[in-house]
């Protein structure tokens, strides 16, 4: 071989894969939008570069070398694989069996989740999903591209980097047990702080206890007896005890008839949690991907609405 690979033109292939196959000149031209001169000079330099002559003249016609029909196989799978490279991947999820991950504290994953799991299943019979709990700051290390995609409020500690798609929000309720001695009354911000709460510490954020600052700026500090990172335990206990709960209001509604409780507004302004769907960009052009992001983009949308 007179020359290295860096001086390869990959136009020769495409002409030897048509020289190879049509064993005649003029007609790997036509192929190629070529003529025969151009095509004769391709040939030419396809001989040097192979050191082999490639077509010799027959009894009727031209036929190939022992070389040349050596050739015909690989060079069919290297210009498949190149084609390969240079296509965009077709993804139908009815045929695929690739399997999802996505994250998100146990609220999101019981507030949000489960609107987009049927419509998953029905347009993807053949895939799988793990749903992973989601720790604050986590998505920050060096195996934050494991994970297809995020949902959760802000202060999460979602790096700068990825992409992101704001879905909705969700806006702060007070919660209390039907028992409660607040049940009956309107919330004021004296009663609020009058009675001990409980803290759900969802992810592990040092940013659950937020209200701290805002009650502070007010003049006020609430009494926190119990803190704990499970939702519907904490619901529960809050049904069957003294203790106020304040958090997103979007699950609430579910556990309100089975836990005995009651859900009252914030007796003080305070801002409503923005949640984002974020990926990692090595993912951003997949099609299942792209595929996944919309599909559950659309269906928690459905749920949390303008929040």
């Not at 290297?78 to 490279?85: D, E, I, M, R």
């Not at 995020?150 to 980097?161: A, E, F, K, N, T």
């Amino acid at each position: 071989m007179h020359e290295n690979l860096r001086s390869i033109d990959l136009n020769l292939l495409t002409a030897l894969e048509a020289l190879l196959e049509e064993a005649h000149v003029s007609r790997a031209a036509e192929r190629l939008n070529l003529s025969q001169s151009a095509m004769s000079r391709t040939l030419a330099r396809l001989r040097d570069l192979l050191d082999d002559p490639l077509l010799i003249r027959g009894p009727k016609g031209m036929i190939l070398t022992a070389r040349a029909q050596q050739l015909h196989v690989p060079l069919k799978q290297v210009l498949g694989g190149v084609k390969g490279l240079l296509q965009r991947e077709v993804f139908d999820p009815l045929t695929t069996d690739r399997h999802f991950h996505i994250k998100g504290t146990s609220y999101v994953a019981q507030a949000y989740f489960p609107a987009a799991l049927q419509r998953f299943y029905q347009e993807a019979p053949g895939a799988s999903l793990s749903i992973h709990n989601l720790t604050f700051n986590e998505m920050a290390g060096d195996e934050a591209a494991s994970s297809d995609l995020v949902l959760c409020g802000g202060g999460m500690g979602i790096p700068d980097s990825f992409k992101q798609r704001q879905v909705g929000h969700d806006r702060m309720v007070v919660v209390m047990s039907a028992d409660h001695p607040l049940a009956g009354v309107d919330l004021t911000l004296d009663s609020y702080v009058a009675y001990p709460h409980s803290l759900i510490t969802v992810g592990g954020s040092p940013h659950s206890g937020t209200m701290e600052p805002v009650l502070e700026r007010l003049g006020h500090r609430r009494d926190i007896q119990l803190r704990l990172p499970h939702i519907v335990a904490g619901l529960e206990m809050v049904g069957q005890s003294h203790l106020l709960l304040t958090m997103a209001s979007n699950l609430v509604e579910k556990f309100k008839t089975p836990f005995n409780l009651v859900i009252k507004p914030l007796p003080f302004d305070y801002p409503p949690i923005d949640y984002y769907f974020s990926w990692h960009p090595v993912h951003h052009q997949d099609p299942g991907h792209i595929w996944l992001r919309n599909l559950f983009y659309e269906e928690v949308r459905k749920v949390i609405g303008g929040g």
